[in-house]
């Protein structure tokens, strides 16, 4: 069993509905982070939590430390938010991230 | 602010030739990380620098892979020889601070290795 495990793998959805991606773990971490990447490759770190919710334009991350578990919402979906969305987590034995597998998600118009 | 700056974007090389990525990271940052990303593995942790001194690098495959951090702003990754195996994304990201802050990554070089 991975120690990260996102789901859905693949998100395929209208633009305009209301997505929801969620990031759950094994382990006991310092931080979550959330990170998109988009085709052609580049990676960007939309939010670091370790507790409570963080809300940055569309975007709403959530995480619940007891039942070890996160979710990234984005509302009023756009098809430029079709990317992969990876979940990381910092240990707090040591400084590794573990990243989730990803989640494509794609947005149609 | 103009991010972590990686270069070049797409290396194109021949098995056995050597191969250096460079990295420029966010003016201030104290940690410096390479990943590696293939469609195998994933996003895979090579080695880390905090205050340009390599911390970990366990990550690194073998010894055809070294990474040099020479100043805060600047630094290498190097495969040599190249292998076809080799060939990945390649990212560096840089952070103030290792566990509660944000990573924020270089747009990554394609390294192809024929």
């Known amino acids: 069993k991975n120690e990260v495990e996102q789901s859905p793998q693949n998100l395929t959805a209208q633009e305009g509905e209301f997505i929801t991606i969620n990031c759950s773990y094994s382990v006991g971490i310092s931080a979550l982070h959330w990170l998109q990447q988009h085709p052609g490759g580049g990676i960007v770190s939309l939010f670091m939590l370790s507790s409570g919710k963080k809300k940055h334009g569309r975007l709403i991350a959530t995480i619940n430390i007891q039942e070890k578990h996160s979710s990234l919402h984005i509302t009023a979906s756009h098809p430029r938010d079709s990317a992969v969305y990876i979940c990381a987590v910092s240990l707090h034995s040591n400084y590794q991230l573990i990243w989730g597998a990803g989640t494509k998600l794609i947005i149609k118009p | 602010d103009a991010g972590v700056i990686q270069s070049p974007r797409h290396e194109v090389t021949e098995m056995g030739q050597e191969v250096t990525l460079r990295c420029k990271p966010i003016?201030?940052?104290?940690?410096l990380f390479w990943y590696r990303q293939t469609m195998m593995r994933g996003l895979e942790l090579l080695i880390y620098f905090n205050n340009n001194v390599p911390i970990d690098d366990s990550g690194m495959p073998e010894d055809r892979f070294s990474a040099k951090m020479p100043n805060a702003s600047f630094s290498t990754l190097k495969i040599q020889p190249s292998e076809p195996r080799d060939s990945a994304v390649y990212f560096c990201?840089?952070?103030?601070?290792?566990?509660?802050?944000?990573?924020?990554f270089g747009n990554g070089t394609r390294l192809t290795v024929t």
């Open positions: 003016s201030g940052h104290d940690y």
């Open positions: 990201a840089s952070s103030s601070l290792f566990f509660n802050s944000p990573l924020h």
